[in-house]
T-cell receptor, first 112, second 116 residues
Framework: LAKTTQPISMDSYEGQEVNITCSHNNIATNDYITWYQQFPSQGPRFIIQGYKTKVTNEVASLFIPADRKSSTLSLPRVSLSDTAVYYCLVGDMDNAGNMLTFGGGTRLMVKP | NAGVTQTPKFRVLKTGQSMTLLCAQDMNHEYMYWYRQDPGMGLRLIHYSVGEGTTAKGEVPDGYNVSRLKKQNFLLGLESAAPSQTSVYFC???????????????FGAGTRLSVL
């Protein structure tokens, strides 16, 4: 069972900043938070990963509050090509020792 | 830089036929995974492996078998295909976990399977 909750879909316009929040109330001490992006007809690809505070790379920023019970993926100045499904994944195994799987993700639609 | 390679890319089967999907990775990763993704849905884990010679069931293992005889290869088998197995299949790999979890998965391009 996935340990995360994220919105099913979001709409935005080109040039805007998009923030996608993921809730993970039961995050474990050693868990990292990982975000993936999936374009239609492609496999997911890694975007960013963090443990606490803020992480930034050339694609996105990841904000993690002190309690780590949620995280926010920030995409600056989105373009049409950012239309994709974004998955939030926490850790890699649930409390029963089963490997975690991806949830439904957040479907981002960027409009002109 | 091949990464994760899946073969074949497309396949059409008749109900009851069998086939094997091959996944190969050149990153020396310990962990390998097989997912299925139905239209408009998220990924569901079928089986995974935490090392050569080991396999484990995921969320939706029924109707599938897997083998990890070599570290770089992870095979997914359908013994008797059913229309419900029509889907896109993705393979992924990741390095072994360290003291803290930093499990990043690298995915193949997928195999589109239709069972008639």
């Amino acid at each position: 069972l996935a340990k995360t909750t994220q919105p099913i879909s979001m709409d935005s316009y080109e040039g805007q900043e998009v923030n996608i929040t993921c809730s993970h109330n039961n995050i474990a001490t050693n868990d990292y938070i990982t975000w993936y992006q999936q374009f239609p007809s492609q496999g997911p690809r890694f975007i960013i990963q963090g443990y606490k505070t803020k992480v930034t790379n050339e694609v996105a920023s990841l904000f993690i509050p002190a309690d780590r019970k949620s995280s926010t993926l920030s995409l600056p100045r989105v373009s049409l090509s950012d239309t994709a499904v974004y998955y939030c994944l926490v850790g890699d195994m649930d409390n029963a020792g089963n490997m975690l799987t991806f949830g439904g993700g957040t479907r981002l639609m960027v409009k002109p | 830089n091949a990464g994760v390679t899946q073969t074949p890319k497309f396949r059409v089967l008749k109900t009851g036929q069998s086939m094997t999907l091959l996944c190969a990775q050149d990153m020396n990763h310990e962990y390998m995974y097989w997912y299925r993704q139905d239209p408009g849905m998220g990924l569901r884990l079928i089986h995974y492996s935490v090392g050569e010679g080991t396999t484990a069931k995921g969320e939706v293992p029924d109707g599938y078998n897997v083998s990890r005889l070599k570290k770089q290869n992870f095979l997914l088998g359908l013994e008797s295909a059913a229309p419900s197995q029509t889907s896109v299949y993705f393979c992924a790999s990741s390095s072994s976990r360290g003291p803290t979890t930093k499990n990043i998965q690298y995915f193949g391009a997928g195999t589109r399977l239709s069972v008639l």
